[in-house]
């Protein structure tokens, strides 16, 4: 198992930018797959953006040409870099981790991200 904790939201205009942080409690090198999710008031959990091991990237439509996801094993941290914000990006988000894209999953606590219009 492995903590997580997400700092970096809150309110912005729209347009604006935020850069999440998901610091993780121990080293991240054997997670394959990070990711950061969203869930809006009334609305299932989607994810956002993946990560994996070799730098492949994933971005949900929405938000591609937006957002960028990074990891640095040293720091034991990922990264969302959120640019362009809309109203409709507001969410809570929350960081996870696997193994694999198969493996349990760990989750941190969330944090919340407000775009006014």
């Known amino acids: 198992q492995v903590q997580l904790v997400e700092s970096g939201g809150g309110l912005v205009q729209a347009g604006g930018s935020l850069r999440l942080s998901c610091a993780a409690s121990?080293?991240?090198?054997?997670?394959?797959?990070m990711g950061w999710y969203r869930q809006a008031p009334g609305k299932e959990r989607e994810l956002v953006a993946s990560?994996?091991?070799?730098?492949?990237?994933n971005y949900a439509d929405s938000v591609k040409g937006r957002f960028t996801i990074s990891r640095d094993n040293a720091k034991n941290t990922v990264y969302l870099q959120m640019n362009s914000l809309k109203p409709e990006d507001t969410a809570v988000y929350y960081c996870?981790?696997?193994?694999?894209?198969?493996?349990?999953?760990?989750w941190g606590q969330g944090t919340q991200v407000t775009v006014s219009s």
């Open positions: 996870n981790a696997r193994v694999t894209i198969g493996s349990m999953s760990n």
């Open positions: 121990r080293s991240i090198f054997s997670f394959n797959f």
């Open positions: 990560i994996t091991g070799g730098g492949t990237t």
